[in-house]
T-cell receptor
């Protein structure tokens, strides 16, 4: 069974703090995506990483793909209340099949 | 641009009743299509995926079924709902070719409550 483990499961921080969310697996992925989901809505794609060691930045969000393409991290600098949501990582294997992590619920207090 | 629609947005059904959820995609051809179920505040469980009309793969044994009668239409069905079928159902599409990314784009979801 292929698993994608995310940690932490829940994170509550003050506005302005930094945080990192981790996504780990024993499987090798051809690519990995990060999504953000608001309550009652579908997930929205934030970024895709493809190459081992790749780093992508999206404003205050930094995404990194592990060298072996088995893990990834999402770092948020100076978190804002608007960053609140469920962050999901998803690894693509065997062509188009994707497995999702259980998610990290982030709450940023003003 | 591509858009994906799901309906209904919310549904309350009694145990034992039938189910039909519909998903349509606009602005693309020959997409991969997916049905997921999400427990409250948690990750996504892949239920079915389809790479073409009439081609359905099931990931989890259950009393649900899926059909793809047209290229951009994906339907999730059940003959008799169980309490455990309650959840948030999401439809998604991805490009059928074009690299390793296979980024998925999700619909707004259907909240199903079985009573």
């Amino acid at each position: 069974t292929q698993l994608l483990e995310q940690s932490p499961q829940f994170l509550s921080i003050q506005e302005g703090e930094n945080l990192t969310v981790y996504c780990n697996s024993s499987s090798v992925f051809s690519s990995l995506q990060w999504y953000r989901q608001e309550p009652g809505e579908g997930p929205v794609l934030l970024v895709t990483v493809v190459t081992g060691g790749e780093v992508k930045k999206l404003k205050r969000l930094t995404f990194q793909f592990g060298d072996a393409r088995k893990d990834s991290s999402l770092h948020i600098t100076a978190a804002q209340p608007g960053d609140t949501g469920l962050y999901l990582c998803a690894g693509v294997i065997g062509g188009f099949k994707t497995i999702f992590g259980a998610g990290t619920r982030l709450f940023v207090k003003a | 641009s591509q858009t994906i629609h799901q309906w209904p947005a919310t549904l309350v059904q009694p145990v034992g009743s039938p189910l039909s959820l519909e998903c349509t995609v606009e602005g693309t051809s020959n997409p991969n299509l997916y049905w997921y179920r999400q427990a409250a505040g948690r990750g996504l469980q892949l239920l079915f995926y389809s790479v073409g009309i009439g081609q359905i793969s099931s990931e989890v044994p259950q009393n649900l079924s899926a059909s793809r009668p047209q290229d951009r239409q994906f339907i999730l069905s059940s003959k008799k709902l169980l309490l455990s079928d309650s959840g948030f159902y999401l439809c998604a599409w991805s490009q059928i070719a074009g690299g390793p990314e296979y980024e998925q784009y999700f619909g707004p979801g259907t909240r199903l409550t079985v009573t």
